[in-house]
């Protein structure tokens, strides 16, 4: 219909053998990455002219921006405690500028990494760290995490990382979010 917005994504990348994985336990850029796709008609509230199609944009993303893309796009008020960022900016034209990071977690709990469009760092739960200039080693083989030349970049990307990130629940029991949500809002 002309106006109804299609978003189209798909979960993760997969590992087939490369840097010898299989499936999608690891944190690399090929595994984090997915298709995310989005048809916007005109008269769009949120975006009236509408978005170009057959545009690819390579910013980072996260699925997380789907949710205040959709609120603006229809036209609704964006919530204040909402992870994620508005990708309108990027479905008006995909080379604008983007200073946002996409952040990925694994299903280990606090084993996460940030993707930049020059950088990914990654942190693992045992304290290990992977950093890596895609522009220069797409295929993350060279880990810059312990040179010194690269300390400053390391540590503005670990700061860009979750400090608190939401625990697993077991099944039937609570994860505490709205109580530890609260105390901080004391």
Request: net charge positive; glycine share 8%.
């Amino acid at each position: 219909a002309n106006n109804t917005v299609v978003v189209l994504w798909s979960d993760h990348g997969w590992q087939l053998g490369e840097k010898f994985h299989w499936r999608k336990f690891a944190l690399w850029e090929n595994i984090a990455k997915c298709n995310l796709m989005f048809v916007v008609p005109r008269g769009t509230r949120g975006l009236p002219e509408g978005a170009p199609g057959g545009k690819k944009c390579s910013r980072p993303v996260s699925l997380q921006d789907i949710y205040p893309t959709l609120l603006q796009l229809c036209g609704l008020p964006q919530k204040q405690d909402v992870a994620g960022h508005c990708l309108i900016p990027l479905l008006k034209d995909p080379d604008a500028e983007w200073e946002h990071a996409a952040i990925t977690c694994l299903h280990v709990w606090g084993e996460m990494a940030v993707s930049t469009e020059k950088y990914r760092y990654i942190r693992y739960k045992d304290g290990g760290e992977e950093l890596y200039d895609l522009t220069k080693d797409a295929e993350e083989w060279h880990n810059l995490a312990n040179e010194a030349g690269y300390a400053t970049v390391k540590k503005k990307l670990a700061g860009m990382l979750p400090r608190d990130p939401a625990p697993y629940a077991k099944t039937g029991t609570s994860t505490g979010l709205r109580k530890r949500k609260q105390d901080r809002d004391k």
